[in-house]
């Protein structure tokens, strides 16, 4: 057996969990468990009067299965599940508005991270993947073989593109779907 596990603590409320554990079951075939954790605050705050901003983090799991059938010969299964919540460019302090917007929506030069947005910009999206592959190695040639679905949902997504609480012009698509397959 095999493992580590790592805990962090960091300026603005910074937490970080990550953990891995490698667990054989026969000499022929093993395990991979991991899993982590990433929280901190925002890094913009919204007026409390107008609302609030998403929650910064992300969070995840994953697990693998390796046979070594034969020595030049073996298979591996994984599947991984992952969640994302931000505001990375999703909000943002209106510093520098642009000129044709500049006559209706004030302009914040403080650059003080607090925000004034009529909506709460950001994003939050979960994510699948499930694949497989093998790998056959020949005297002469390594030959492998991959395949894999891939899932991902983003259940909210929200940006105040004038940046202010003026109800003037945001975008909010609703629930944003992605599937990739590979083989």
Do not use: C
Not at 42 to 55: F, K, S
Not at 111 to 131: C, K, M, P
């Amino acid at each position: 057996y095999e493992g580590d596990f790592t805990v962090g603590f960091g300026s603005e409320g910074k937490f970080e969990a990550l953990g891995f554990m490698n667990i054989p079951i026969t000499d022929d075939l093993a395990a991979t468990i991991s899993g982590y954790n990433h929280t901190r605050d925002t890094y913009l705050q919204n007026d409390p009067e107008v609302g609030p901003t998403v929650d910064t983090y992300s969070r995840g799991a994953r697990t693998k299965i390796k046979w070594h059938m034969r020595d030049d010969l073996s298979f591996n299964v994984a599947g991984l599940y992952g969640e994302t919540s931000d505001n990375a460019s999703m909000a943002k302090e209106n510093i520098r508005v642009a000129a044709y917007l500049a006559a209706i929506i004030p302009e914040d030069p403080k650059a003080d991270r607090n925000i004034r947005e009529n909506v709460i910009g950001g994003i939050v999206q979960y994510n699948w993947l499930f694949s497989g592959g093998w790998d056959w190695r020949l005297p002469w040639i390594q030959i492998k073989g991959i395949a894999s679905d891939q899932k991902v949902f983003a259940t909210y997504a929200n940006y105040d593109y004038d940046g202010s609480t003026t109800p003037f012009v945001s975008f909010r698509p609703i629930d944003q779907f992605g599937r990739q397959k590979t083989g």
